[in-house]
C-alpha cells in the first residue's frame, strides 16, 4: 500500500529529531543505505575546475582519495565514525586548500562535495539518508547549488520537450551551498532543465534518462568557467553510490570587432544569425548555443552573404569562449580564448591583456606602471593577473610599450575594476593609433 507523501514526510521529520543529538545537520535522518551498524561510509566529488586532480587526507598524512580528476565521483568508502580531519590539496600540492573537521555519524553514508575554484575553493559534507519511502511511480530527489555565482535557481524534470513556460519547477529557489528537501519526481526519461529563479532562461540542459522506482537522488549544480551557465552531476542515494556528470548541452560565446572592414559585422553560427551589427571596437554580449564544433562565420553588415571569415570553434560544455575579430577586410584573422568567468579570490579582480592590432608585433603590459607582461605579441592574449580591488571599484592605469623598448604605444588611464569580476583588455586598430576596449565578461 503507498504511503501518502505528508504521513512520509512527517516520518522524516520524527527520524530527524530523533537522530538530531548524533547529526550536525540533517535534510530527512537515519542510517545510510548501505554503511554497516559500526562503520561510516563517504564518497568525495571534485567539482573544482582549475585543479587537474585532488587529494583528500582524513587526519593522517595518507591519502583517503589520489588523483581524483575534476568532475569525478567515487563510491562509497568505508571509514570510522567521530570527528575527522579533512584535507584535501589539488594537483599533488603540499599545502592543503582544505583543512577541516567535521563529525561523522555512526552507520550513516556521506558525500563530501569538493567545489568552487581553487583560490577559492570550499566544501560541503551532504548526509546521504534512506529514510524517506517515495510511493510508486516517483522518486525523491533534492538538489545542492554550489555553482560559484549562481546565487539561486530552479530545477526541472519533465519529459523530453516540455514547454517550461507553461509548467512549473519540481524545485523551486535551491540557494547557493544549502541542500534543497528531498521532492518527488514521476519516473520516466527525463530532460533535466535549470533557470534562475524565478526566470524561464536555460542555464542548464541535458537528457539525463531514467530514475529508478522508489530510488532516492540528488542533483549536484557546479560551475565550469561560465558566469550563467552550469553543469550538474546525478548522484545515486543506493548501496553504491553510484552517479556521473551529465554535461550541459549549452555553451556562450562572444565576439569583439577590431577589423578595419569598415562596416559593422555580421556573425553567423552553423549558418543561423546569432550577432548583427558589431561595430569596431564593440564587444557583444554573450550568446547562448549548442556545445560542440560549431562553424562561425563572419560578414560585413554593408555586404550580406560574402564571407570575410570562416572558423570552427570548439564550445565546451558550461563554459564562455570569447573570439577576436581583427585585420582588414580580405585578410581576417580571429583569437579564440576561453574565459574564466568564476569569481575571482577575495578582494581580486581578474584582469587579461589582448594584443588584437593587426601590426602592433608585441607589447609589453605595465599596470600602475609595474610590468606585469612582457611581449604579449600580435593576436595572442596574456595569462590572466589577479589584481587588489575591492567591492566599489579601485581604479588602474594600463600602459602599453612597444616590446622591449621604452616607446608607449597606448595608455589607458583612470580604469576601474570590481572585486569579484573578470575583464579583458583588448588593444585594437593600428600600431599608428591604437585603441583600448575595456570588456567586463562576468
Known amino acids: 500500500m503507498e504511503i501518502p507523501i505528508i504521513l512520509r514526510r512527517l516520518l522524516t521529520v520524527l527520524v530527524c529529531l530523533v537522530g538530531a543529538a548524533l547529526l550536525a545537520s540533517c535534510n530527512g535522518g ?58 584535501v590539496s589539488a594537483d599533488g600540492g603540499q599545502t592543503n586548500i582544505i583543512d577541516v573537521s567535521l ?21 560541503s559534507l551532504m548526509l546521504d539518508i534512506n529514510t524517506l519511502i517515495p510511493n510508486g511511480g516517483t522518486f525523491d530527489v533534492r538538489v545542492l547549488n554550489v555553482a560559484t555565482g549562481i546565487q539561486a535557481v530552479d530545477v526541472y524534470l519533465t519529459q523530453p520537450g516540455v514547454d517550461l513556460s507553461v509548467t512549473g519547477p519540481n524545485i523551486s529557489d535551491a540557494s547557493f551551498s544549502i541542500p534543497t528537501g528531498f521532492f518527488p519526481v514521476d519516473v520516466g526519461n527525463l530532460e533535466l532543465r535549470i533557470t534562475p529563479h524565478s526566470s524561464k532562461e536555460v542555464i542548464y540542459d541535458a537528457q539525463v ?21 552550469v553543469n550538474a552531476a546525478v548522484l545515486n542515494i543506493d548501496s553504491a553510490g ?30 543561423a544569425l546569432a550577432l548583427a551589427n558589431v561595430p569596431f571596437a564593440g564587444v557583444s554580449n554573450y550568446q547562448t548555443v549548442p556545445t560542440g564544433t560549431r562553424t562561425i562565420t563572419v560578414e560585413s553588415a554593408a555586404s550580406p552573404g560574402a564571407t570575410l571569415l570562416s572558423l570552427m570553434v570548439d564550445l565546451p560544455p558550461a563554459t564562455d569562449t570569447s573570439i577576436a575579430v581583427s585585420g582588414p577586410a580580405g585578410a581576417l584573422r580571429s583569437l579564440v580564448l576561453q574565459d574564466d568567468n568564476l569569481p575571482s579570490a577575495a578582494n581580486r579582480a581578474r584582469v587579461r591583456f589582448v594584443n588584437a592590432s593587426p601590426d602592433l608585433a ?54 576601474t575594476l570590481l572585486a569579484g569580476k573578470t575583464y579583458t583588455v583588448y588593444v585594437v586598430g593600428p600600431a599608428a593609433s591604437p585603441q583600448g576596449v575595456v570588456s567586463q565578461d562576468d
Do not use: C, H
Open 30 to 87: 537515519g542510517q545510510g543505505v548501505g554503511a554497516t551498524p559500526i562503520l561510516t561510509r563517504i564518497r568525495v566529488i571534485n567539482l573544482v575546475p582549475n585543479a587537474l586532480s585532488i587529494q583528500v587526507q582524513l587526519d593522517t598524512d595518507q591519502p583517503f582519495v589520489a588523483g581524483l580528476a575534476f568532475e569525478q565521483v567515487t563510491q562509497y568508502l568505508e571509514v570510522d565514525p567521530g570527528t575527522r580531519e579533512f584535507k
Open 103 to 123: 563529525p561523522l555519524a555512526k552507520a550513516t553514508d556521506y558525500t563530501f562535495v569538493v567545489y568552487g575554484p581553487v583560490e577559492a575553493v570550499s566544501q
Open 209 to 229: 534518462g531514467a530514475f529508478a522506482d522508489k530510488s532516492l537522488a540528488e542533483i549536484i549544480l557546479f560551475g565550469k568557467g561560465s558566469a550563467r551557465l
Open 242 to 271: 553510484t552517479g556521473q556528470v551529465y554535461p550541459n548541452t549549452l555553451a556562450e560565446f562572444k565576439v569583439l570587432n577590431g577589423t578595419s572592414v569598415g562596416a559593422p559585422l555580421n556573425v553567423f553560427v552553423d549558418g
Open 362 to 415: 608585441a607589447m609589453d603590459v605595465y599596470v600602475n606602471f609595474a610590468k606585469e607582461f612582457t611581449n604579449v605579441a600580435s593576436n595572442t592574449a596574456s595569462p590572466y593577473a589577479e589584481l587588489v580591488a575591492d567591492a566599489t571599484g579601485t581604479v588602474y592605469e594600463f600602459d602599453f610599450n612597444v616590446a622591449g623598448t621604452t616607446t608607449p604605444a597606448l595608455m589607458l588611464p583612470g580604469v
